[in-house]
């Protein structure tokens, strides 16, 4: 496993929470890197993305406005800012990191996937 998602739990409504991702080895420094997240019984959804050296970012319509994302390339980790959480952001989060010169949304163009973190937002 080259990318490691932490930082999950249980969270009230309303409150804030920070997601990280680790990329092990300085492998993925060059490559967009993505947060999705999947809810019971729901497939897997974009969440938000950052460009390789953070100078483009895409968020989800459902997080616009909420949710952050930022990366300290020394360090080789990227993070999700989560605010204003509600029940609908439950769920299983995940990063992953694009294929070469890629900057999208779509699942299929993340070959490269770490083990997820559970949020859960109580009301």
């Known amino acids: 496993v080259q990318l490691q998602a932490s930082g999950g739990g249980t969270v009230q409504a309303g409150s804030y929470l920070r997601l990280s991702c680790a990329s092990f080895?300085?492998?993925?420094?060059?490559?967009?890197v993505g947060w999705f997240r999947q809810a019971p019984g729901k497939e897997r959804e974009f969440v938000g993305a950052?460009?390789?050296?953070?100078?483009?970012?895409l968020f989800a319509e459902s997080v616009k406005g909420r949710f952050n994302v930022s990366r300290d390339r020394t360090k080789h980790l990227v993070y999700l800012q989560m605010n204003s959480v509600n029940a609908e952001d439950t769920g299983v989060y995940y990063c992953?990191?694009?294929?070469?010169?890629?900057?999208?949304?779509?699942?299929?163009?993340?070959?490269?996937w770490g083990q997820g973190t559970l949020v859960t937002v109580s009301s």
């Open positions: 080895r300085n492998t993925f420094s060059n490559n967009t």
């Open positions: 950052i460009s390789w050296n953070g100078g483009s970012r």
């Open positions: 992953a990191a694009a294929r070469k010169s890629y900057s999208g949304s779509s699942s299929s163009d993340y070959p490269y």
